[in-house]
């Protein structure tokens, strides 16, 4: 897979893929749903395209995974789509509603994980951090003494007298990265609620969404700075200054452990093994669901399907490891492909 391919998709292919959207027929995957998804889907789908010329190249749509599952339960046939993307688990209120219009045979596929981890520099000292330690460092307003104010936080230590003596300095994904998403919902919104933050955000006089909304805003004091560049730009931003504390995903880290130093979050240390087993906190599955009705009638699904759970897109060295993929251990990828290959599904009731 070439760079052009890797750097762009994420951001030009998506108009390209969207301008096809009305061309739904049964000549062609349609595939809908997670945000978080869409660039590892439209990594694949090019690549697919590519590898096998005689299939039309799948359209990959985004619009979240709640709205992907809704279209995907609407029922069988081509003018609905063929795979539902989704950063979470399918809820049953959702597979009695694909019973009812008659997707009877769901093929669920778990095809790796999203996963951060912060590092510091490899000479500096350890952390072992909490989700709400992360959110006294770097939300933009946090409780002390019983009230709201702007953030007060100048070094760790004043949060937690175990951690390091140091400015407060951390590079965190801008809002163009799928791993901005998992940062704000297993760090800020947790740490927001383990700290009782939200809780005063409300009793302030804020609604349930303006009290979660606010539990994301990070500080603009120059404590932390968004990164919309790659890891490689916050590794050197780290170089340049040894205090910083980085996001990263786990691949990376692990390529670049001579230069960091990772830190525990709730004393769980970061690695393929404890993401996968779910012990990691700042992680989660990925999915996509399959409508076995529509294998052998769309050309090409079930090849697509094969294609994605390869080792060649969603192994250790793949290019969606590359963008950002925490790959799961070699065991679940082969038991993932051998229950999609025997057709193994989630039973519905209409």
């Not at 951090?129 to 007060?152: H, I, Y």
Request: net charge negative.
């Amino acid at each position: 897979m070439n760079k052009k391919i890797l750097a762009g998709l994420a951001l030009g292919t998506a108009m390209a893929f969207v301008g096809q959207a009305n061309a739904q027929s049964n000549d062609q995957i349609q595939v809908a749903g997670s945000s978080t998804v869409l660039p590892y889907a439209q990594i694949v789908a090019e690549n697919f395209g590519e590898t096998f010329p005689n299939f039309p190249t799948p359209v990959v749509e985004s619009g979240g995974s709640s709205a992907g599952l809704k279209q995907f339960c609407q029922g069988v046939g081509p003018d609905t789509i063929d795979i539902a993307n989704s950063s979470r688990q399918i809820r049953d209120s959702e597979i009695q509603a694909c019973g009812k219009a008659g997707v009877n045979e769901i093929q669920e596929v778990r095809f790796g994980y999203d996963g951060i981890v912060f590092a510091s520099d490899a000479s500096g000292p350890d952390f072992a951090l909490t989700p709400e330690m992360v959110f006294k460092a770097m939300a933009a307003k946090v409780v002390q003494d019983g009230k709201v104010v702007d953030n007060p936080y100048k070094k760790w230590s004043q949060i937690d007298s175990a951690l390091p003596d140091q400015d407060i300095t951390a590079f965190i994904p801008a809002s163009n990265h799928g791993t901005r998403e998992v940062f704000e919902e297993k760090l800020l919104a947790e740490g927001c609620k383990a700290s009782g933050a939200l809780k005063a955000f409300q009793d302030g006089g804020m609604d349930k969404d303006a009290s979660k909304d606010q539990c994301l805003q990070v500080r603009n004091d120059g404590s932390v700075s968004e990164i919309s560049g790659d890891y490689t730009e916050t590794l050197s931003r780290i170089d340049a200054n040894k205090q910083a504390m980085g996001v990263f995903g786990l691949a990376f880290y692990e390529q670049n452990q001579d230069r960091l130093k990772v830190a525990t979050i709730n004393d769980i240390t970061p690695s393929a093994e404890t993401i996968a087993s779910g012990e990691y906190p700042v992680s989660r599955p990925l999915f996509f669901y399959v409508k076995k009705a529509h294998i052998g009638v769309v050309p090409g699904l079930k090849e697509y399907v094969d294609f994605f759970l390869s080792d060649q897109m969603v192994g250790p060295d793949s290019p969606l490891v590359e963008y950002g993929l925490v790959a799961a251990p070699e065991s679940e990828r082969e038991q993932q492909r051998k229950d999609f290959d025997a057709g193994t599904t989630m039973q519905t009731q209409g």
